[in-house]
Structures are given as structure tokens and as C-alpha cells.
């Protein structure tokens, strides 16, 4: 048989994520706060998106329809951008609840923007109050006691102290990137360890609490020794600790006290970058006709499709410039439908959550339910996939406290009686109140917890509860009672 190069035509099938199912999948993912961000830049690339005021009629902008609609988009219309969200091809008009009858709580300044007789939005940030942070305050003390090269180089190790007030660095390296002798370094540090707060510039937790007993006067050669010796007390070895510093019951009594009393990191006392605050996602309560899901829209702005921007533009303009504003109204319409769809889907993922989790928001955390994504997915009828991107950073709000939406999924724990099982943060929740609830004589061991547990009706191994204990951040039985023996 002859070889040579021949053409064929072959059909073959394959899954392609287009351009806009891949930014429906990053919409979805999105918190509203990031969301915010992504819009804003919308905003500024597309000239036919805007946002509509808090007093605007919608004059002139559509956040619908495209120019020259005469009616309201159907369901057909909107199905490829439905898919695009929720993976699954389901419609956008079978949400479990009905909102449209619930009044819910103002959830921005802007909902309330004629309350202060003008047209401007109410700057909360403007009322708090600015602390100053740890690096500020040593500096400004630096200014006060040193000069010349010593500012320099206090300059260089303020800068080396982190946010608990602890430097770390080595003494001998910087004296050599800077070109001084080590005793200047040391000399520099000595004084910086006399600032406030009490015990900042020190190398390690010994050195920081000596700072601050040499500061009350309480650096006898006995808390020397004690405090040369803190792993010791960390263990709770007080006959050992008795013998080496030569104390009775009575004065080691009083030096234990007296070093509980000091700061291991005197840092904190001042703010360094704050900690974000969480915005909710979603807010949940609780109605006459059942409980109500509502996304939080205060973060994002309104956006609109200018139908009057268009036709302006496009009127007598050339064929290329016609092309490039139907791809931007293109763009624009979808963006809107994305951002309605991905809303949708949000809503009607939290009202699953909310119906399966029901015991937690009437009762508390011990009544919740083991629940998987694979369960909310089956109940809405959407890809586990979905689910999973709808519940990532995310939170919702609710009468019990703000949440994050992946607090809701746990593992479960079954019953030594019938086919009943009860969450894994249910049984955290009593592992947690069962040790608070302790006394010092009486240290429950791992399997003591386990057998009470057990006797309460879950099903639970010794090694479970340990897993647990060590993730909600206490120690062994013979950690704690170290503990309750140095608290008193």
C-alpha cells in the first residue's frame, strides 16, 4: 500500500468555556466587596454602563433591555446567562421565598440619603477615631532622647520591631550594614527598652518580661532566676522551681503572681493595620411567613444601560465605531443579567442553607445538622460546583451573629441510637462548654469527655475528640490543669 498525505474532515464534540461563562464563574466567586472593585472597573471601561442615583426615575438608562426593546426580556432570552451562573441551565424564577412583600433594615447611607438634606453619602470612616501604631509612638520617643547617629541607628531597630513589640534581628549583622560599632547597637537598644510600653525591644519573652520587672522594681536575683527558668513555669514544676530559686510556697506564690502580671506582648496595646471588618453578604431574619433571605446591595452600586448614550453615539457614526458600541451594549446588557442572575443564585442557595440549618437559627449551634454541598445542590437542582463557589467568601448576617456561609457545611456525627446525626460544630459547641465548665480538681481527660459524650447520645472516639479539641485551640488534661494551678 502507497503512503502519502491525504486531508480529512472529522466532527468531534467538546466542552469550551466561552469568554462570558468564564466571567460568569468569576462573578459567581466573587464577595460583594470584591465585587465592588470588579464593577468599578467596569464602570470605567464601558461608556454605556452607569449608575443610578438613590432619587432616579431610570430616565434614560435601562438595566434590562437593550435600545429599542419594547418589552420585558423572557425567560428564553435570559437562558444563556442563566446557564452561564448557575451551570445547570435551571430558570431564574424559581426562588424558594417571595421577598417582594418583606421590608427590610436600611443597609447603607445611601438608603438613607435624605435624611441629611443632601445629596452626598454619610463618611463613617470620618468618625473614627485614628490610633496611633507602635511604630509611630517609638519614633516619636526616639525623637525626644536620641540625636544624631543614635536616631539613626534607633530608627533602624524601631523599624526591626514587629507589631507584639519583640525585635528581631541580629545586633552583630546590623552594626555591620550600618557601620558602627556592635556597643552603639547595644547602648541604642538599652534605651529604646526604657520606652513605653513597658518590656518593647526585647529579643525574646525572658528578656521582655525582665524589662518590665526591672521597671516595678521586682528584678530580685530570685525572678531573675524565674524568669531565666520559664519553661518551667510553663510546665508547672513549682517544687523544682522552689529549689532553684531558693523561695518557700508563700514567695513563689507572690513571684507567680506578679509575673502573670506583665505583658508578653506589650506591642498589641497599639494598633498596627487594623482587621478588615466583614461586610455581610447576605442578611437573614426571621418573618410571619417564615424567614426572609435578602442580599446585601449597600456595597454595590446600580447599574444601569444608558439607552440615550447609545443612540447618541450611534447616530451618523462610522461603521467601525457602530461595531465597537454594539459589543459595548453587548457587554453592558450581559453584565446586568450576570449581576441579576448571580443575586438569584445566591438567594436561593442561602434559603436552602436556611431550611436545612433551621434547628441553628431558632436554637443555636447545638441543634445544627450535619450538611454537605452535595445535599443544598440536590435541593436546588444546581452542580455541586455551583454551590461551592456561591458559599466561598461569603457571609451572612443573621440574629445569632454573622457567619460565613461555609460554617454551615460539616461533617456529622452519628447517634448510638437510631439513624439520627448531629453536626460536628454541634458537638465542638459542647466538647467547648464542657471544658470551660471544669473545675480545677476535677481535669476531664479525653476519654472522660468521650464517655460523656457518649452517654448524651453521640457516637464519638476518644481520638475524635482530641482532633477537636486541638482545632478549637485547648490544651491536654494535663495542660489545663498546669493552667488552673497558675491562674489559682
Known amino acids: 500500500m502507497a503512503l502519502g498525505p491525504r486531508l480529512d474532515l472529522r466532527q468531534s464534540q467538546s466542552l469550551v468555556m466561552t469568554p462570558q ?3 460568569a464563574i468569576k462573578l459567581l466567586a466573587l464577595s460583594n466587596l470584591e465585587l465592588e472593585a470588579y464593577l468599578a472597573e467596569a464602570l470605567e471601561g464601558n461608556p454605556l454602563l452607569d449608575t443610578a442615583s438613590a ?17 420585558p426580556t423572557t425567560e428564553a432570552a435570559s437562558l444563556d446567562a442563566d446557564q452561564a451562573l448557575s451551570a445547570d441551565g435551571g430558570g431564574a424564577n424559581d426562588l424558594d421565598i417571595d421577598l417582594a412583600a418583606d421590608s427590610f433594615h436600611h443597609d447603607s447611607a445611601s438608603d438613607n440619603v435624605g435624611l441629611s438634606g443632601s ?7 470620618s468618625f473614627a477615631e485614628h490610633e496611633g501604631t507602635l511604630h509611630d509612638h517609638l519614633m516619636a520617643q526616639v525623637g ?9 541607628v534607633a530608627g533602624q531597630l524601631v523599624a526591626l520591631i514587629d507589631e507584639t513589640g519583640y525585635l528581631r534581628a541580629d545586633l552583630a549583622e546590623l552594626a555591620a550594614q550600618l557601620g558602627v560599632p556592635l556597643t552603639l547597637i547595644e ?19 525572658a528578656e521582655c ?4 520587672a526591672r521597671e516595678a522594681d521586682r528584678y530580685d536575683p530570685a525572678m531573675a532566676t524565674m524568669i531565666a527558668h520559664l519553661d518551667l513555669v510553663a510546665k508547672g514544676a513549682f517544687p523544682q522551681l522552689k529549689r532553684i530559686c531558693g523561695v518557700d510556697d508563700e514567695d513563689l506564690a507572690d513571684m507567680i503572681r506578679e509575673l502573670r502580671g506583665y505583658d508578653p506582648r506589650p506591642g498589641l496595646r497599639f494598633g498596627g493595620e487594623g482587621a478588615p471588618a466583614v461586610v455581610p453578604d447576605l442578611y437573614i431574619r426571621q418573618t410571619a411567613q417564615g424567614w426572609a433571605v435578602e442580599v446585601n446591595s ?37 453584565l446586568v443579567r450576570a449581576l441579576d442572575q448571580r443575586q438569584r443564585t445566591i438567594v436561593k442557595v442561602a434559603s436552602a442553607i436556611v431550611k436545612q440549618q433551621e434547628g441553628f437559627f431558632l436554637h443555636g449551634v447545638a441543634h445544627m445538622r450535619p450538611l454537605t454541598l452535595r445535599q443544598v445542590a440536590e435541593e436546588i437542582g444546581m452542580h455541586e460546583s455551583t454551590v461551592s463557589r456561591v458559599t466561598s467568601n461569603k457571609y451572612l448576617s443573621c440574629p445569632r451573629g454573622l457567619f460565613e456561609l461555609k460554617y454551615f457545611f460539616s461533617s456529622g456525627i452519628s447517634a448510638t441510637e ?5 453536626s460536628a460544630e454541634a458537638v465542638k459547641s459542647r466538647i467547648k462548654a464542657m471544658i470551660e465548665a471544669e473545675d480545677s480538681k476535677a481535669i476531664l481527660s479525653d476519654e472522660t469527655i468521650a464517655q460523656k459524650l457518649s452517654g448524651e447520645g453521640h457516637d464519638i472516639a476518644r481520638r475524635t475528640v482530641v482532633k477537636y479539641r486541638e482545632a478549637m485551640g485547648y490544651g491536654s488534661s494535663v495542660q489545663r490543669r498546669r493552667q488552673k494551678a497558675l491562674a489559682g
Open 21 to 23: 461563562l468564564q466571567q
Open 55 to 71: 432619587d432616579s426615575d431610570g430616565s434614560g438608562a435601562d438595566p434590562e433591555f437593550a435600545p429599542g426593546s419594547d418589552g
Open 119 to 125: 445629596g452626598e453619602d454619610i463618611d463613617f470612616d
Open 144 to 152: 525626644e532622647r536620641f540625636g544624631g547617629i543614635e536616631a539613626i
Open 187 to 205: 547602648e541604642v537598644l538599652a534605651g529604646i527598652q526604657c520606652f513605653d510600653p513597658s518590656g518593647v525591644g526585647g529579643r525574646d519573652l
Open 209 to 212: 518580661i525582665a524589662i518590665q
Open 298 to 334: 449597600g456595597t454595590l452600586p446600580r447599574l444601569l444601560v444608558n439607552r440615550r448614550y447609545y443612540t447618541e453615539l450611534a447616530t451618523g457614526a462610522a461603521a467601525k465605531s457602530k461595531a465597537w458600541l454594539s459589543e459595548q451594549l453587548a457587554g453592558a446588557n450581559w
Open 418 to 422: 437510631g439513624d439520627g446525626a448531629v
